[in-house]
């Protein structure tokens, strides 16, 4: 298999599957477009022959078979690799989780526009600001806080379901949010942030993310250059 993927150190969506296949060791080729999105750029043609979205991430199945969409892919793990605990083994569990991964995938948008996805940088004075100016981040901040807290206190943790899961790879990036903005969460999900980037599949994507040395201006509304 293959996963086409964008910038790691912006984008969020690619995030999520390959740091799933990163922890349990499920074998794939990295396919990693540079984000350019002029029409006919060469990211656009390379997407054009996997899948109709001009969307990553893409996974690619051995005779070409694409599957695009988180979900989508996430679903497909776990049915080509039901050896691994992907979703939670309990019924319960596994429903919740899969609401959890639901609510990412079509909530929060004031959290996405405010504080895009920037692994390498630290800006808490922006952090502290949008968190002062718009009510719709705070409103997604404390829905977090109340739906890890919720999950961590019924599983026991250390991650949303126990393990770690589809659930803490979808939210990997949400955890990038708060450390690059410094916003205000209490210990319990302060400690749970901090576990998501030890774990084996989210620390090695930012260790790439670090190394990439990349700087596109138009996925970065708060600075002028890496440096500024």
Known sequence: MKLVIGNKNYSSWSMRPWVLMRHFGIAFDEVLLRFDFAPGSAFYRELARHTPTAQVPVLVDDDGF?????LAIVETLAERFPQHAIWPADAKARARARSLCAEMHAGFGALRQHCPQNLEASLPAVGARVMAEQPAVRA?????VAMWTDALAASGGPFLFG??????????PVCGRIRTYALPVPPVV????ERVFASPGVAAWGADALAERDFLDFEEPYRTSREG
């Not at 694409?66 to 988180?70: E, I, K, L, Q």
């Not at 393990?163 to 990997?172: C, E, I, L, T, V």
């Open 66 to 70: 694409a599957v695009w969409d988180t």
């Open 140 to 144: 997604d901040l404390a829905r977090l």
């Open 163 to 172: 393990a770690f899961g589809a659930a803490d790879a979808y939210y990997a």
């Open 190 to 193: 302060g400690d749970y942030v």
